[in-house]
């Protein structure tokens, strides 16, 4: 479960680069195997690296489409707050019907007008993603080389691998002129053989 970081923790993860995948749920299951065998886990950290917003389209957006999805909302809305209504006025049962059909027509008005004043800019229905090229798992130096023995990395000793920090291995920013610096050879991921 993701937690919040704290005030302290707004800086990039200090350590070695254990092992990097191609995607999340890879990385994640690398920090779970460290996890399992009962190695410790503080400090481990999983990098993203390489950052680009993806916009998938899903389909066209009709004046049909429009107005059922504010119905559907608007409806929710209505059932909602007809509820809680009821809860607090018993006597109101009418409320049950009422607030459904006031919010399923002011959620279709809301749907067409919202569409109507953006149609000419986007008539398309998108869905929108963070996505990263790479992920690294990142583990402070001293545990690095149990780390790096648990996922079954290859390639790089523990000692050489404890010697290279995270800030030589990972360009920072603005790092000769924007240019992107080549980050140190680590090991293969046994996934890419």
Do not use: C
């Given at each position: 479960?993701f937690?919040?970081?704290?005030?302290?923790?707004?800086?990039?993860?200090?350590?070695?680069?254990?092992?990097?995948?191609?995607?999340?749920?890879?990385?994640?299951?690398?920090?779970?195997k460290?996890?399992?065998?009962?190695?410790?886990i503080?400090?481990?950290?999983?990098v993203?690296?390489d950052?680009?917003?993806?916009?998938?389209?899903?389909?066209?957006?009709?004046?049909g489409k429009v107005?059922?999805?504010?119905?559907?909302r608007?409806l929710?809305?209505?059932?909602f707050?007809?509820?809680?209504?009821?809860?607090?006025?018993?006597?109101?049962?009418?409320?049950?019907?009422?607030?459904?059909?006031?919010?399923?027509?002011?959620?279709?008005?809301?749907?067409?007008?919202?569409?109507?004043?953006?149609?000419?800019?986007?008539?398309?229905?998108?869905?929108?993603?963070?996505?990263?090229?790479?992920?690294?798992v990142?583990a402070?130096?001293?545990?690095a080389g149990?780390?790096?023995?648990?996922?079954?990395?290859?390639?790089?000793?523990?000692?050489?691998?404890?010697?290279?920090?995270m800030?030589?291995?990972?360009?920072?920013?603005?790092a000769?002129?924007?240019?992107?610096?080549p980050?140190?050879?680590?090991?293969?991921?046994d996934d890419?053989?």
């Amino acid at each position: 479960m993701f937690q919040q970081a704290g005030r302290g923790d707004q800086t990039m993860p200090r350590g070695v680069v254990v092992a990097s995948y191609d995607s999340y749920e890879q990385a994640q299951a690398a920090v779970a195997k460290v996890s399992k065998s009962d190695a410790d886990i503080a400090g481990l950290a999983i990098v993203g690296n390489d950052l680009k917003l993806v916009e998938r389209v899903v389909g066209r957006l009709t004046w049909g489409k429009v107005a059922l999805a504010g119905a559907m909302r608007g409806l929710g809305f209505g059932a909602f707050i007809g509820l809680v209504y009821m809860l607090l006025v018993p006597e109101a049962i009418a409320s049950i019907l009422l607030f459904p059909l006031l919010g399923l027509a002011f959620g279709i008005l809301l749907g067409v007008v919202t569409h109507s004043m953006t149609r000419r800019k986007r008539d398309f229905a998108s869905v929108q993603q963070v996505l990263a090229s790479r992920y690294d798992v990142v583990a402070p130096n001293e545990i690095a080389g149990r780390a790096m023995h648990v996922i079954g990395q290859r390639g790089q000793s523990s000692a050489d691998a404890a010697a290279v920090p995270m800030a030589e291995q990972l360009p920072g920013p603005g790092a000769h002129g924007g240019e992107p610096t080549p980050s140190a050879p680590g090991p293969a991921s046994d996934d890419r053989r």
